[in-house]
């Protein structure tokens, strides 16, 4: 497949450019910046205006739509007395939260118009409003599954909420098969080196439920979904199946969500806080790149 990668300077996209020819894809690499770009050209395009997005999609089979503005809050605005998150600059959110959905909407018309069947977006576990709430939550039931309830209310959350909804519109109109994926916090540092900075399990709130995914398993993921045959839109769960954390994750829930409960059976595994068991069984998905799990 000749496959189009958006944000193909990131850590994710940079990661799948590398992935793909390995297995016989033509990658085309889309991004705004073309700083330390991955191996290969990278077209530079303004995601947001419709007249840069067709050329750049032009003669691709699949998209994998991973481009996105980041939100600052996300990376400093936990608030660990009130385990809320604040977001000082809202008419900055605002922007961003416009410009987002706009790469989205861009793209997916785009390629309906062009007749790409194959869409892969970079979705997010911000999308059960667990991750940056501005008043506490809790889940409904541990792990978290796909049909959780989604209601963020913060506005990074919202944009990967709306642009599943998107998805769905897409796949209502037209023959074509859309993944979301629903990732975790994804670094280019190895999972060792956070795991070892994680002292605190409440360091960022319980949103995360301890969870991770190596950069190389989210791009395996990406892989995977445009390799399988389904029919629609569906969402994925993507994450390892332990926790960062060498502490079973009952003693974590019966110390920070003792009210919160549990679909599995007792043990002492880490076993992960959001369920990725509908990846595994669809797409084939099983990471390769594993901290040591402590159960």
């Known amino acids: 497949m000749r496959i189009v990668i958006t944000g193909a300077c990131g ?49 691709a089979d699949a998209l994998v739509h991973l481009a996105r503005i ?34 989205t909407y861009n793209l997916l ?24 709430p501005s008043r506490p939550l809790l889940p409904d039931y541990l792990p978290i599954d796909e049909v959780h309830f989604r209601k963020p209310d913060d506005a990074y959350g919202m944009t990967k909420l709306l642009g599943e909804s998107l998805a769905d519109a897409c796949v209502d109109s037209a023959a074509v098969q859309i993944a979301s994926l629903r990732f975790p916090g994804v670094s280019r540092e190895s999972s060792e080196s956070i795991a070892a900075r994680q002292s605190d399990p409440m360091a960022r709130g319980i949103g995360g439920l301890w969870t991770y995914i190596d950069r190389r398993d989210a791009a395996l993921a990406c892989r995977l979904a445009l390799e ?10 993507i994450c390892a199946p332990t926790t960062f954390l060498p502490i079973p994750t009952d003693e974590l829930v019966r110390r920070y969500l003792p009210s919160v409960p549990c679909r599995r059976a007792p043990s002492d595994a880490n076993w992960a806080g959001y369920d ?19 159960g």
């Open 11 to 59: 850590t994710i996209g940079r990661q799948l450019a590398a992935e793909l020819p390995s297995h016989g894809h033509d990658v085309v690499c889309v991004d705004i910046s073309q700083d330390a770009p991955p191996a290969g050209c990278v077209i530079k395009a303004d995601l947001t205006r419709p007249e840069q997005v067709e050329p750049a999609m032009r003669g």
């Open 109 to 132: 018309s785009a390629a309906r118009k062009l007749g790409v069947r194959k869409i892969v977006m970079g979705s997010s576990f911000a999308v059960y409003g667990l991750y940056y």
């Open 276 to 294: 990725a068991s509908k990846a595994a069984r669809t797409l084939g998905f099983k990471p390769q790149h594993q901290l040591p799990s402590a």
């Open 228 to 237: 399988t045959d389904f029919v629609g839109h569906e969402a994925f769960n």
């Open 70 to 103: 980041p939100f600052p809050y996300t990376a400093t605005g936990y608030d660990a007395a009130k385990r809320t998150w604040q977001k000082p600059d809202s008419i900055g959110d605002a922007e961003r939260f416009n410009l987002n959905l706009a790469m």
